[in-house]
Every structure is written in C-alpha cells, then in structure tokens.
C-alpha cells in the first residue's frame, strides 16, 4: 500500500474573487500529513466545507506575498487559536508576513496560544521541509514580488522483498534491511545471492511541482522534469499574452509549453483571471500542445498514484 | 414611494466561521446608497454571490478590530483598486485600522489607486455621517475592545400637502415649501388657514439601530428607544450565559431583553457561537420574551418599511 498523496484545490481565481472561485489556495496531504500551499481570503471556510482537518495543518507555504495568496492566514490563525491550538506552526514565506500578522494580534489584543515559527524563504534553492518520507524545496519564480514555487518530492523507498526468497534462501529477520536497502546476501553454506534474486525495485518517488505567479520563464524546467504532477498557473488565455506578460503571468499556452518542456505527466492549471467565465477555453488552448491538462477548480482533488515499477527481475 | 431602506446580510457567526456561516458583515442599502457595516473575512465574496454593487461601498463602519469583523477589509480594498475605483472611500473605525491595511500596502508594493479617509471612532456619541436623508451615529457597546454599535436614523421628512387644499385655497407653488414645513397659509382676502388643514403628517422617520459585539447593558436603551429594527448580538443560549458574561457577549435572551426594554419593533439576532448548529434554539429562547424576532443569517434582506403615519386631520 503506497501512501496518499493528495492534492485539494481550495481556490482557483486570480486576484480578485468571484461569485464562485475563490483566490488561490490549496491543501496537499501526504500520508496524512496536510500541508497548506498558499492561504487566500476564505481559505479557513474551504477547508472546513470540504470537511479537511483545518487542525492538522502544521505547515503553510505562502508563494508570494500578494494579498490573493496569503489574506487568509491572520483569520486561519485566529481560528486555531480560538479552537484551543498548542501545537507549533510553521509558517514559510518571503519575508514580510510575520509583521502583518504580529501587527493585528497588537491591535486586536489577541495573541495566539501556540508558537509560531517564521521561515524565511530567501532567492537560491532552498530546502524548506525534510523528513522520512518526503523533502519540500523552493522553486525561483519570476513575479513582480520575490516568489517562489514549491517541489514537493518523495524519499525513494526501499526495494520490497519477495517472500518467496525468504523461504527459499532461508533469510533470516536480522538480515532483511540490508537486504531492502539492496545488500547481496550471503547463505549458511557461503553462497552470494545477488540482490535482484531477492527483491524488487520500489516506485518510482512521485514528485508534485507547485508553480505559483510567475511569468513565462524555462528557468526551472530542469528542476521541475519528470514530475507526476505539475501545478502551474494560466491567468490568461492566449489572446491576452500581452497583458499576461505586462503583469508577469502565463497563458494557458504557455504553461502547456513549460509541462511539455519539463516532460511533466499532468499538468493542473489555476489562478484563472476573473473576467474569465468559462473555463474550458484554458484546457482547449492548453491541450493543443499538451493532452494530459486539467482544471484547479474549487473542491477539486488530485490523487498522485504510484507508479508500477518496471519489474526488473 | 419611500426610499428603500434595507439590510442585506452577509455573515453571521461569531469568531470562527463555520462550513455554512461566515464571520459578521452586514450591508445597508438607504435609497442607493451602500454602507458596509463590519468586513469580515469573504464579505467580498458575499456581496459578488448575493449580486450587491461593490463598487458602490463608499463608507465602510467597522464596529471594532477583533479579527472576525474587519479580516475582509484588505481584500476588498485590493479588489476595489483592481476594478480600477477613483473614487474616494470612507473608513470609519476605533484606531488601529489604517495600521492594519497600510502595512500590507507597504509589503505588497500596491497602493490602491483611489484614496481612503480613515475616520477614528473614540469614546463619547459622535455624528460619523450625515447627508439629506440619514444620519449614522455611534453607540458605545461594552466589550473587550472598544466596540461601537451604529444608529441609521432617517431624517423627519416634509408633510405631505393634500391636492384638494391647493385648490380649496389657491395656494401658489412659491408657497408650496413653507406649508411643507409646517407653516400656515394666509390667503388672498387675508384668511389665515392653519398648516392641519392643508398637509398629513410625514411618515416617522425609520430608525435602524445596529449593535455589535458587547456584553449586557441598558446604557444604549434610551439610545435604541422605539427603533424600527435592532440587530444585536447573541452569541450564546441562556445556558451558556456564564461564559457570555465571562467573554462580554449577550444571550439570546439577553438580546430579548434589551429589545423589550427599549421598545423596538423588531428584533434580529446574529453573532452567534459556531458551537451551535440549530439557530432556531435562538428564537423559540428570544421569543419567551420579545416575540417580533428574527435571526440573521447568509443571504437575508430586511427591508425596513415606513410606517403609515397617524392621520391627524
């Protein structure tokens, strides 16, 4: 059984709200794990809509400081409070968010009852989060602010071991790790069992890359290539390319042109203009130049399945 | 005809929102104009679902700066200024608000394109705002922070001069406004003929008293005396009155009692706990005391009707 990870769209739109999307957020969960990914206006009323554990969270990633990518994290952090929350909060951001939210617990008179901590995300990769199972760096954007994308990357796991060697080559409990790291084994009699007798090779570890605001730039292609999933917005459809690049953003086109570059296997567009009503014009348009592409839309939520390893034996 | 004079409701629960209830916004609509009384967090949103002019908000009361009625206040401004307002808007609120958004205008690099004029609401009754129709002025509630309720009064309109008296006395149009006012008429041959005798009373001004966030007190009963429609807070049930009183909130029961007190004609309660899912508890607890009651909720419009005036003649 491989662990979930998940990807739940909490808001879709650009800057401004609609009557239906809100600004962008999501919440990415990984073996139960939940990780927020930007905290627009609303976001807090998403998760609890959606029936996700908004007390869970413990890590929140905001890309970029514009108001549609982080005005909802004071009222986030106001409701944990509110719901009794000790636990410690990690909070990674361009500099800059710790003092507009330390300024309102002063004015409101309200300090939260658990710690936060502030990281800093600064230009230059950036390895943010780490631990058993999956490790999250910064991706460099290219935006009117400093803004950064989010590579979210499994650990490769061990190979899994057949029982049927077990039995067979009589292995014994103490020798299975070595073994599962990839170690040869050596029998009672002295004879070398090559590892790839014993075992097969693990999934491959699925990567989500996350690109928020960003004008159109083939500077990350390489950090990004080969993900399974590959979030990235589309504020404009291809007959504003202009206004796109005035306010450095992307085209639906264009970010079918960094999936196929970057030789992703999904692409999942979001942070769509609000003078956009119909959504399907961003798939047409991406899909000219790469099929596998689906909409961020409101409740959304994306499973990134293992894939089966290629049997090596 | 008289001016419409109604309150759309945008959000109704207290601190935390719920997965149906937002945060406490509401917005007044006198004869066109739009004035929004507190900003929670998504009362933009609202206002775009319920189909309510955004771009017509030109004065905006902020009743205090606990985060769940003014958490809003950013993003609309920042969508305000991309929908390109010019026009000046009026902020009227316990100091600390302008902290609030100009920090993030700093952080964010975006100054909207139109001006603000910060009004500071301080202890003591003051006159925020006047114009030909209505008058908006504070009431002092009792909480925490310092909290202000807002009291919509109409302006006493003209009599209504009867048609049949300008014929009976050949009254000439120049003295039309006068005898409008109040005065009497003397006639050609010298005849005086008193004001009753011409007009019908004006309908009594409408009077919309609006109070937020405090705990129990009779200090703004003379204040709210007789108004058409009070909005008060109730954000526990009677069993729960030791942690109201402990927390400076009222209970239902409590919003009944100020409603009788003061002699309103009508009742709506909001603010409420998201500990309760059953609102209807609120009115059938209300009701024991002051029956013309009604709970505010998502979506809801009051229309607050003139009352036909007494026929005098």
Sequence with gaps: ??????????????????????????????????????????????????????MKINHIFISHLHGDHYLGLPGLIFSMHLLG????????????????IEVQYRISKLEPGFDIQYHVITKGKQLLYSDNHISIETIEMMH???????????????????KEAIEQFDIPVSSIPAIKNGADYRTASGEIIPNEKMTLPPSPPRVYACCSDTGY???????????????????????????????????ALEAATIASKANVKKLMMGHYSARYDELSLFVDEAQTLFENTILAEEGLVVEIEQVKPDNET
Tied chains: 1, 2.
């Design 1 to 54: 059984m491989s662990n979930n990870f998940k990807v739940h769209i909490l808001g879709s739109s650009a800057a401004i709200p609609t009557s239906t999307r809100l600004t962008s957020s999501q919440l990415v969960n990984y073996h139960n794990k939940y990780m927020l990914i930007d905290c627009a206006e609303g976001a807090q009323m998403q998760i609890r809509r959606f029936r996700l554990p908004l």
């Design 85 to 100: 929350r000790k636990k410690k909060l990690h909070v990674y951001s361009p500099s800059g968010i710790q003092e507009i």
């Design 144 to 162: 009117r602010l400093p803004a950064y994308g989010f590579l979210i990357k499994e650990k490769p796991s061990e190979r899994n071991i057949r």
């Design 217 to 251: 730039t083939e500077n990350y292609i390489t950090e990004i290539a080969n993900a399974d999933l590959l979030y990235h917005e589309a504020t404009f459809l291809n007959d504003k390319a202009d206004i796109a690049k005035e306010k450095t953003h992307c085209t």
